[in-house]
Structure formats: structure tokens, C-alpha cells
């Protein structure tokens, strides 16, 4: 398991990430309800959700995606930081 401060940096040094992440936060869950929220385009969100789930922030589920415990805590501290 990455660090959370770690995970933070990663996340918070690409404005991309950071929307993928709040848009997890509000509920978005399917890949059409991220596209929306964080206004990425797919293509470019897919790339970005392959990553973060290598890094174990997100993972795939029936409906879509979801943080994982890691990637709550890094969306907290990210929270936080605001």
C-alpha cells in the first residue's frame, strides 16, 4: 500500500486527477456520470481510471468505478487541503 501523502501528491499535482477524484466523491460512478461531473473526455478519462486503478485508488465495479479505501482517504485529505 502506496503512502496516502504519496497518493496525494500524485493526485493533487494534475488537475485531471483531482476532478476524477471529486467527481468519485459526489457519486459518479459509471464511466457517462464521471465524463459529466469532472467534464474530461472519455477517452482521455479511461487513461486516467486505468492509472489511478494501477495506483489502487479507484477500482472497477458493476457500476462502473469507486474509490477504494486508499483513494477515500487521499479524497478526505484532499478535502482537507481546500
Not at 19 to 32: F, P, T
Amino acid at each position: 500500500m502506496a503512502e496516502a501523502e504519496e497518493l496525494v501528491g500524485y493526485v493533487s499535482g494534475n488537475v485531471r486527477r483531482r476532478q476524477v477524484i471529486e467527481a468519485l466523491s459526489k457519486g459518479g460512478e459509471s464511466l457517462e456520470q464521471l465524463e459529466k461531473l469532472s467534464r474530461i473526455p472519455k477517452v482521455m478519462l479511461e487513461r486516467i481510471l486505468a492509472e489511478m486503478e494501477s495506483r489502487k485508488i479507484v477500482k472497477k465495479t458493476k457500476a462502473g468505478y469507486s474509490l477504494t479505501a486508499d483513494g477515500e482517504r487521499v479524497a478526505n485529505l484532499l478535502k482537507s487541503m481546500h
